[in-house]
């Protein structure tokens, strides 16, 4: 039996790529437009499809970012890991800015707070280490890898495993 050759389907409109996008994952306006453009869409024609999208309320950065702000903060991380990865996703500074503000006053939850709650779930896996030094070290470990400042991975480490037994060296060796 002879196989028909398929048809080669139309080109999708920059629009209906845009739409298609976005169905798999929400993206800022500057992420959007780059994938556009990276399937060869003019600029004019991204610039249409975004303008259409903004339009429909299909792309808004400033909600994407603040839901991608609660989300990270629910997993545990920091305001400066939340901050990189962010702008590396096409947000600007000041949505970033705002997106961390809002997350903060309308849930109430700060750094200290983030940093206290990842502490807390995962101080079993701490404690398993016997020399408080130690334990307390690979705690700072893990809060900066979540993008906490050092200040405050030293206040929330303090505040989980106290300061009786041994104290912080004045410079921490990762």
Do not use: W
Not at 58 to 71: C, F, G, M, P, Q
Not at 166 to 171: A, H, L, M, S
Request: glycine share 6%.
């Amino acid at each position: 039996m002879p196989v028909k050759p398929k048809k080669p389907k139309p080109p999708k409109s920059p629009l209906e790529t845009a739409v298609l996008l976005l169905t798999k994952q929400p993206m800022s306006r500057l992420a959007l437009e780059k994938k556009l453009r990276d399937k060869g869409f003019s600029r004019r024609e991204a610039e249409e499809a975004l303008l259409e999208c903004e339009r429909y309320g299909y792309i808004d950065d400033a909600r994407t970012a603040e839901l991608k702000v609660a989300l990270m903060r629910d997993r545990g991380d920091g305001s400066r890991k939340i901050k990189l990865f962010l702008a590396l996703k096409g947000f600007s500074a000041e949505t970033i800015r705002e997106a961390i503000r809002t997350d903060s006053e309308s849930i109430g939850r700060d750094d200290l707070s983030v940093a206290l709650e990842f502490l807390r779930r995962r101080k079993g896996s701490f404690d398993r280490e016997n020399d408080p030094l130690k334990r307390k070290l690979r705690a700072l470990r893990a809060l900066a890898s979540k993008g906490f400042s050092q200040g405050v991975s030293h206040e929330a480490v303090t505040r989980t495993f106290g300061n009786a037994g041994c104290d912080f060296p004045d410079e921490v060796q990762a």
